[in-house]
């Protein structure tokens, strides 16, 4: 994957970026470059060699922030730090871990780590015919920003450019399995997650796609092992003139998560965080 160098556009307003950016920022007076990724954390998280470069100083209670990938376990740490993106100045909390976040670069920026009231991915050029999707915008802390699809249990949708293709875990899979007709189609194969730990995952095929609007998403990669397990889902198309009833279990509370990818915003030219409105804008082709 190829970077780029800078924002498209930053005013008082808004802050333009495409979606595999590098951008230039000043973390406690030094320069630094940061990955732009529609995942990114709420705070600029920071490799801990650049925590060190940038002479910020942990917090003294070690409460810190942790990242459970499937077995590993990787922590962190957190501190406060000056920055500047795209001339609006900040003081406040920035994290680090003991893997690197962004090899290469300095750290990685999400949308709601910037402080502009509006932040818009270009994905490519707007094209005749396109809709907008509006959607709630949340903040999930260290997890970023996205939709809540539901609140009990919190099950999440965020948006990812940058990977190639859709990405959801094991309780997303097993309760949308049943209502969207889905099936496992091809092999198991080792997927990188983050901070360098890779996890297995297979392919699911919606018989329904997950729709809102003209924004469909029709397949995913599930992480069979995390949050639970996959043993149910079946390995080819349900009949579909079987009715398939789906149970919630109520005594279930894990996180539910599906982030889109670039397969499912193939139609889609920019998304849109608008903080002060609350909202997620999507301008996508209908499919």
């Known amino acids: 994957m190829a970077f780029t160098s800078a924002p498209v556009r930053a005013s008082d307003d808004e802050f333009v970026v495409e979606p595999n950016a590098v951008v230039t920022a000043s973390i406690n007076g030094r320069p630094a470059r940061m990955l732009f990724r529609g995942v990114g954390s709420s705070v600029p998280i920071l490799n801990p060699q650049s925590a060190n470069t940038f002479d910020i100083k942990p917090a003294f209670i070690r409460s810190g922030i942790s990242f459970q990938i499937g077995p590993v376990r990787v922590n962190g740490r957190n501190g406060v730090a000056r920055y500047d993106i795209g001339g609006r100045k900040q003081k406040r909390r920035v994290g680090w871990f003991e893997r690197e976040i962004a090899p290469g670069y300095d750290g ?5 780590a910037i402080a502009h009231p ?7 050029a707007q094209r005749p015919g396109e809709q907008v999707v509006t959607l709630g915008l949340s903040t999930f802390g260290y997890l970023g920003g996205g939709v809540v699809l539901r ?10 450019p940058i990977s190639p293709t859709t990405i959801a875990n094991a309780p997303f899979a097993n309760e949308l399995a049943g209502p969207l007709r889905a099936f496992f189609v091809g092999e198991v194969r080792p997927r990188l997650i983050a901070l360098g730990v890779s996890r297995p995952v297979r392919t699911l095929q919606f018989g329904t796609p997950l729709s809102f609007g ?3 998403i029709a397949q995913t990669d599930v992480r069979m092992q995390d949050w639970g397990r996959t043993d149910t889902i079946p390995d080819v198309a349900p009949d ?7 149970a919630l279990d109520k005594n279930d509370k894990r996180l539910r998560f599906i982030i889109a990818g670039a397969d499912a915003l193939s139609n889609c030219s920019s998304i849109t965080y608008d903080k002060p409105k609350r909202q997620i804008r999507l301008s996508c082709l209908p499919s």
Not at 240 to 246: F, K, L, R
């Open 214 to 216: 003209a924004f469909k």
């Open 118 to 124: 509006v932040v818009t991915m270009r994905l490519r």
């Open 240 to 246: 579909p003139d079987e009715i398939i009833v789906s």
């Open 108 to 112: 990685l920026l999400g949308p709601m």
């Open 151 to 160: 609140s009990s249990p919190l099950t999440i949708l965020q948006f990812d």
